[in-house]
């Protein structure tokens, strides 16, 4: 493609594109003129720490040699319908399932995490001849129409009226339970036998999945308490429910090993996952399915399908992914770095503003509040896209751009998910960075000017 000048990408791009989440008229967004690792560069020249891994995908960072390599031989990678069996798709799957839970034997190719999360939905009601799918309030799936019916949280609503058999039960929020618990093991109990109830009242013989972000991640990095994900398994084989465990953003190394599910003592029925996959250097996403779900389809058509099913220059990029991972340690990486990333984040606790942080390998989230007494948010639940007429945290993300911070937030939780490759003295600069602005914060919008509080 020709090249363009900043301005007329600017201008094509106003005129032309429609940017997801936004009010059109409100787009402005910066280009990249140059990426390496973990920084880029704006058409200004100034450099961003990308602290979010563009959308918690680029875990190897930006402009990765090898993968910059791979794509300079794409000529040679001949193109094929999933029908056909190929190299890559062949070498990815073995991969995948080298590196997945024991019980976990085959991968259906997607194009991204939502139709991956779509697919698995079909698989389960296929597998068990049932309709209903559990999932969690303050949970995040996907855009799509099955996705979005999946999803707890309010970019749901656009896809409602949704699909029958949908049922939504509590993730542990132990933050802002009102309820106070003795330990974590008193909360778990209190969650599951909620969970009971709700999945005797629904009717078991009619409850196909559980659907369950081991981590909850745009949602506030919501670590769950011990024994929970296992008491979950327990109940989903008391009942013949699968168990479908959303790996889109946990997947491939991001909270310190290779899948999430890895940190605790269970095995999920199938596993859908993403953005990791490739780091982002292709759209390419799937089901890891079980064997016993594998062997299902041993002797019943799977009816599901897509057009780019393993495609090839898709799966080659994943295989090079998959080959840095172990060549770099990144995953080892990961959780040693994750380590200084937690003391900078216990640290932030003494700010007024600072209500709580949760963090697990390079996968973390603050949240910021008003009150650390009353633990008043800064944007109550559900006053995302819009909706937030003060705006204190579109201001916050705003200053840690302009000090050169680059990430998101999602109600009054910012995410810290910078790329894998990161080192601790990077992560430090970092942090510094995110203290001053929190200095900035206090300063210039929350503890001094009250008309902003009360509006």
């Known amino acids: 493609m020709k090249s363009m000048d900043i301005s007329q990408i600017k201008q094509e791009n106003k005129q032309y594109v429609l940017h997801s989440w936004s009010k059109q008229k409100n787009v402005d ?28 995908y680029l875990n190897v ?4 040699p090898k993968l910059l390599e791979e794509f300079k031989h794409i000529g040679e990678i001949p193109l094929a319908a999933p029908g ?22 085959k991968v259906f190719f997607t194009s991204g995490g939502a139709e991956s999360n779509d697919h698995a939905i079909k698989m389960a009601r296929m597998v068990t001849g049932r309709y209903k799918v559990f999932s969690r309030y303050r949970s995040y799936h996907g855009a799509t129409f099955g996705a979005g019916n999946l999803t707890g949280e309010s970019r749901r609503f656009e896809a409602e009226p949704g ?24 909360a778990t109990q209190f969650y599951l036998a ?16 559980v659907f369950i972000e081991p981590i909850p991640g745009s949602n506030g990095v919501l670590i769950p308490p011990k024994g929970y994900l296992e008491g979950v398994r327990a109940l989903c084989d008391e009942f013949g429910i699968l168990m479908i465990c959303d790996e889109v953003m946990t997947g491939f190394g991001r909270t310190g090993k290779m899948f999430a599910v890895d940190h605790f003592n269970f095995e999920p029925d199938m596993i859908t996952f993403a953005k990791g996959v490739t780091s982002g250097y292709a759209p390419l996403g799937g089901v890891i399915v079980s064997d016993k779900v594998a062997n299902y389809f041993d002797d019943h058509v799977l009816m599901t399908g897509l057009t780019y099913s393993g495609h090839t220059v898709c799966t080659q990029i994943g295989c090079t992914t998959l080959d840095i991972y172990q060549e770099e340690n990144l995953i080892e990486h990961a959780a040693k770095v994750g380590e200084q990333l937690a003391k900078r984040l216990e640290q932030l606790l003494s700010f007024n ?16 509040v008003k009150d650390k007494t009353t633990k008043q948010p800064i944007i109550e639940y559900g006053m995302d896209y819009g909706k937030d007429k003060v705006g204190l945290m579109s201001k916050f993300i705003s200053l840690l751009s302009e000090n050169g911070f680059y990430t998101y937030s999602h109600e009054s939780s910012v995410i810290i998910a910078p790329p894998l490759v990161i080192t601790e003295h990077q992560l430090n600069e970092a942090m510094d960075l995110f203290e001053k602005t929190l200095i900035q914060f206090e300063q210039q919008y929350l503890f001094t000017d009250q008309t902003l509080l009360t509006k």
Not at 30 to 54: H, L, N, P, R
Not at 61 to 64: I, T
Request: net charge negative; aromatic share 10%.
């Open 84 to 105: 056909f069996a190929t190299a890559s798709k062949a070498a990815l799957a073995r991969k995948i399932i080298e590196a997945a839970p024991a019980n976990m034997a």
């Open 29 to 56: 967004p910066k280009t990249i003129s140059k990426a390496e690792g973990v920084f880029f560069w704006d058409e200004t020249d100034k450099k961003y720490i990308d602290m979010c891994s563009q959308l918690v």
């Open 61 to 64: 960072g930006h402009q990765h």
């Open 194 to 209: 909620r969970l009971k109830n709700q999945l005797l009242y629904e009717g078991p013989q009619s409850i196909a999945a």
């Open 163 to 186: 699909i029958p058999g949908f049922i939504k039960f509590d993730t542990p929020y132990l933050y802002r339970e009102v309820v106070d618990f003795s330990s974590e093991e008193e």
């Open 353 to 368: 503003s600072v209500g709580n942080v949760r963090h697990i390998g390079l996968f973390a989230a603050i949240e910021l």
